[in-house]
């Protein structure tokens, strides 16, 4: 059986993306419940912590149970009080009606992959390393990403790669993958597979694309993002804002249509003759437009060069 490297916490680095900005923001709501949607290695919990201490409680939610522990340890070891929970943050809303919590202060969803998943080859995310091909979050997804290659037919990973990577070479790709003679089952021979199909010059570009259809497929992101924020808006008390920051235009757009239906903008499609998709009037944008980091950030840290932050805040 195939043996992958272990790491340790010293590998990691993640820097938490517009973490100022979000510091910034959380000076206007009322004191309450702080939510960290996605904890990950605590970048933003603790920024936010140090800025805002004690006017919040501290809730911190993950799918990833590895980070977690580590993200536990390094927090109490700061001092820093907060709570952990391993779970989804589409469950948010049912965990906080358990503890009898009617209302929350603010809520930060920084999606997608962190610094510490995408290093660690044994998470199957990087395309750079070889590992399994998994890139479940929690490793309960009902597929990897090895089964759903396996699994589904050439046409079904053409509209796959299309509609959660907006691959342009997806029919190629898809019929390589398929037409491979061996079970795929690891990031390097996926990796390898789509080399050969677009070269080395535009292997980075294309594998970021099908691996991030994959991972979005494999964790029903973008289900859980609709799920999770469209319950917790109604929860946010007066004043109270809900920070997203997204790194690709599918969750960017996504997070935008949620906003203005709950802005009391409608959301249905153009020819629809009446309205059907439920908007309601219980928040406002704070900006038209979104946060984007600023070039020094964009210097020091890769990653944010992506990212689009929007904020909405709850009206009376
Ligand atoms: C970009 S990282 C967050 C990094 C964090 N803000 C920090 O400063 O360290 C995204 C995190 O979200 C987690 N995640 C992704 N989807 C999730 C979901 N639906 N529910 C809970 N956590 C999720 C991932 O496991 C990952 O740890």
Redesign the pocket.
Same mark, same amino acid.
């Given at each position: 059986m195939r043996r992958w490297p272990e790491r340790s916490l010293s590998d990691e680095i993640?820097?938490?993306?517009l973490?100022d900005k979000v510091v910034e923001q959380l000076s206007s709501c009322p004191d309450g419940f702080f939510i960290?949607?996605?904890?990950?290695?605590?970048?933003?919990?603790?920024?936010v912590s140090k800025a805002h201490g004690k006017r919040f409680r501290y809730f911190g939610? %993950? /799918?990833?149970n590895s980070?977690l522990q580590r993200?536990e340890n390094h927090l109490t070891q700061m001092g820093i009080e907060v709570e952990l929970i391993n779970?989804?943050?589409?469950?948010v809303t049912d965990f906080l009606q358990g503890r009898g919590i009617s209302t929350i202060s603010a809520i930060?969803? %920084? /999606?997608?992959?962190?610094s510490?998943?995408i290093d660690d080859p044994k998470r199957g995310f990087s395309y750079l390393q070889d590992g399994p091909l998994s890139m479940s979050?929690?490793g309960s997804s009902a597929s990897t990403a090895a089964d759903i290659i396996e699994s589904r037919s050439e046409k079904e990973l053409v509209d796959l790669f299309r509609t959660y990577g907006e691959e342009p070479k997806a029919k190629i790709l898809a019929r390589t993958i398929k037409n491979n003679p061996e079970r795929i089952t690891t990031t390097g021979q996926l990796a390898d597979i789509l080399r050969s199909v677009v070269g080395d010059r535009r292997f980075i570009k294309t594998a970021s694309r099908i691996f991030q259809a994959l991972r979005i497929k494999v964790?029903d992101?973008l289900a859980?993002?609709e799920k999770?924020l469209e319950s917790i808006l109604p929860l946010m008390a007066t004043g109270g804002k809900a920070m997203v920051?997204s790194?690709h235009s599918l969750e960017d757009g996504l997070v935008k249509r949620i906003f203005k239906k709950f802005s009391g903008k409608c959301v249905c499609p153009p020819k629809m003759p009446e309205c059907r998709c439920g908007t309601v009037k219980l928040v406002r944008p704070v900006f038209t437009k979104p946060l984007i980091p600023d070039a020094k950030e964009i210097a020091v840290n890769r990653r944010a060069r992506s990212a689009k932050m929007r904020i909405v805040e709850k009206i009376g």
């Open positions: 993640h820097l938490p993306v973490a960290d949607a996605t904890v990950g290695a605590g970048g933003h919990l603790k920024a939610f %993950d /799918l990833d980070v993200t779970s989804n943050f589409s469950n930060l969803y %920084d /999606l997608g992959i962190g510490f998943q979050f929690d964790n992101e859980h993002i999770g920051i790194y």
